[in-house]
């Protein structure tokens, strides 16, 4: 499915030229991180989380990113709310179901929220099985105990009924819609020792869903540009402290014209 990711370069340059506005109810750990990334790739990221105003702030937004990272009940009735008025503004969303299997309080949100119907769900491959109820066993705190491999399946059929994208992240990244699937192969093992660079990934998915029609094809330019730019950091970065910032530089620095992720046969 290399073809899928042949509007990459160009993608990049609507996003960089379009700057869209990219609202991200997201968890406390992340925000810092996930909004200097959206920043670095071109985009303009919005932290917004009170109920009083994430309808009205939906609205003007290109698109939205849902992350149940660190949960509380204030912050479920905003995601709630951002989700029905992005579903009835059809402004498209993107979930991350964080921790999803761990606790029925976590998976029962996330069933909530996938009635608004996102465009995108993003996750590990034990947080997409439990999702998807192929498996009683939940992920280790936010970490996968699953393999890529084991989701894979269970998530291209789940993404054909349930007429969704669906990104499994892992050594080798999965997007499928059910009947196209690519798997990504860039990115570096060095990444899984710096919080939140899954949450990153969903919201860079959130910038491309802005401005690309196609979820499918924008989930894979988000997660594309995720691996380019960490393995390219890692590559110039000693150790994690480092790869933080020399990641937000490689997206800076990416070249629409010189995009060649590496595609998993």
């Not at 992350?67 to 498209?92: D, H, R, Y």
């Not at 969303?93 to 009635?115: C, I, M, Q, S, Y």
């Not at 629409?256 to 992720?261: G, K």
Request: charged share 15%.
């Amino acid at each position: 499915m290399t073809e899928s990711l042949a509007g990459l370069g160009p993608a990049l340059t609507r996003l960089r030229a379009g700057v869209p506005l990219v609202h991200n109810i997201t968890n406390y750990v992340v925000m810092n991180n996930t909004a200097n990334a959206l920043l670095a790739l071109g985009a303009s990221p919005a932290m917004v989380h009170a109920p009083d105003e994430v309808e009205d702030f939906v609205r003007l937004s290109s698109a939205l990113v849902v992350n149940l990272g660190t949960l509380s009940q204030p912050w479920v009735e905003a995601m709630k709310l951002a989700a029905e008025a992005a579903q009835a503004a059809e402004v498209p969303w993107v979930l991350d179901p964080v921790g999803v299997g761990a606790t029925p309080f976590r998976t029962r949100v996330a069933a909530e929220l996938l009635e608004c119907r996102p465009a995108v769900v993003r996750g590990n491959a034990s947080e997409i099985l439990a999702l998807v109820g192929a498996t009683t066993d939940g992920p280790k705190g936010v970490d996968a105990t699953a393999a890529v491999e084991d989701a894979t399946v269970a998530a291209q059929a789940w993404a054909r009924a349930a007429e969704t994208v669906v990104v499994i992240s892992g050594a080798t990244d999965v997007i499928t819609d059910g009947t196209r699937t690519v798997k990504l192969g860039d990115g570096d093992p060095m990444m899984t020792r710096v919080t939140g660079m899954g949450c990153t990934a969903t919201a860079l998915v959130g910038a491309f869903l802005a401005i690309e029609a196609d979820p499918f094809r924008a989930a894979a330019y988000g997660m594309a540009v995720l691996g380019l730019a960490g393995r390219r950091a890692a590559g110039r970065a000693p150790g994690p402290g480092s790869l933080q910032g020399a990641l937000l530089d490689a997206l800076y620095a990416l070249d629409p014209a010189d995009l060649l992720p590496s595609v998993v046969a």
